[in-house]
Nanobody
Framework: QVQLVESGGGLVQPGGSLSLSCAAS????????MSWYRQAPGKQRELVAT???????NYLDSVKGRFTVSRDNAKNSVYLQMNSLRLEDTAVYYC????????WGQGTQVTVAS
C-alpha cells in the first residue's frame, strides 16, 4: 500500500525558512501529481501546493511567492521550500495525492513563533 513519510518541520521565527520532504513508497511515483496540505489547530486541512508529473505547479494564494514545491522522481520524493514564514503558516504539513486518495502520513509540525 501507499506509505507517505513527511519530515523537516520545526520551530522557526517569522521571516525564516524551512524545507520539508516527503518520501513516498508503494506507488509509481513519477506518474502521479503530488500535493502538500496543512492543518492548523481547529481548522480544516487545506491544499497548499501541487506539482504534476510534468512539473507544473499550483499554489494556495497565501503562499504564492513564498513556497516552492519540487520533486525528485529518482528518490520518490516531493519537497516544499518555505520562505518568509508567517505566524499563520503554523500547522501540521502532509503530502498526498491531489485527490487525497491515499492514507495520510504522520505529518510534520511547522511552528512559526517569535
Amino acid at each position: 500500500q501507499v506509505q507517505l513519510v513527511e519530515s523537516g518541520g520545526g520551530l522557526v521565527q517569522p521571516g525564516g525558512s524551512l524545507s520539508l520532504s516527503c518520501a513516498a513508497s508503494g506507488i509509481m511515483f513519477r506518474l502521479h501529481a503530488m500535493s502538500w496540505y496543512r492543518q492548523a489547530p481547529g481548522k480544516q486541512r487545506e491544499l497548499v501546493a501541487t506539482i504534476t508529473s510534468d512539473n507544473s505547479t499550483n499554489y494556495l494564494d497565501s503562499v504564492k511567492g513564498r513556497f516552492t514545491v519540487s520533486r525528485d522522481n529518482a528518490k520518490n520524493s516531493v519537497y516544499l521550500q518555505m520562505n518568509s514564514l508567517r505566524l499563520e503558516d503554523t500547522a501540521v504539513y502532509y503530502c498526498n495525492h491531489p485527490s487525497a486518495a491515499w492514507a495520510w502520513g504522520q505529518g510534520t509540525q511547522v511552528t512559526v513563533a517569535s
